[in-house]
């Protein structure tokens, strides 16, 4: 059996009501599950003083889509592979957690049409 491009999807993006794109269920997500499995880039880590002198669009991608810790940004490999998971908006009472590896996993049931949302301060310096 041939395994489809939209196995293990349970999202996609759209114009969101809290800030210009996010996340939406497309599937019921049970509590736990993990979203945006299989999402096996690695992260590298980037300065916030290399970011500074960068032409302010550029600035503005590391601002907007990298999560910061210690002074430095948590990025994809390129900025090209930005997934939906870097898409989510924050709320403080966020249906969405991220691990220590800032894999995203359901706080509890999501049904279709909710937006997902995560509590940025958890996993950066906001």
């Known amino acids: 059996m041939t395994i489809l ?3 293990g999807v349970y999202t996609r993006l759209q114009p969101s009501t809290i800030h ?3 996340v939406f269920a497309i599937l019921p997500i049970p509590a736990g ?4 499995e299989p999402d096996d880039d690695e992260l590298v880590s ?3 003083r290399e970011v500074t002198d960068l032409p302010e669009p550029l600035r ?6 990298c999560p910061k810790e210690n002074g430095k940004y948590q990025c994809p490999s390129n900025l090209n592979k930005l997934t939906p998971s870097w898409f989510l908006n924050h709320s403080n009472q966020p249906n969405v957690a991220a691990d220590k590896e800032l894999k995203f996993y359901a706080l ?3 049904s279709p049409g909710e937006e997902l949302t995560s509590n940025y301060s958890t996993y950066s310096d906001i």
């Open 33 to 36: 599950t993990y979203i945006f």
């Open 5 to 7: 491009p939209h196995h």
């Open 60 to 65: 503005r991608l590391y601002q907007d889509f």
């Open 20 to 22: 210009g794109v996010g």
């Open 46 to 48: 980037i300065s916030e």
């Open 108 to 110: 509890r049931d999501i």
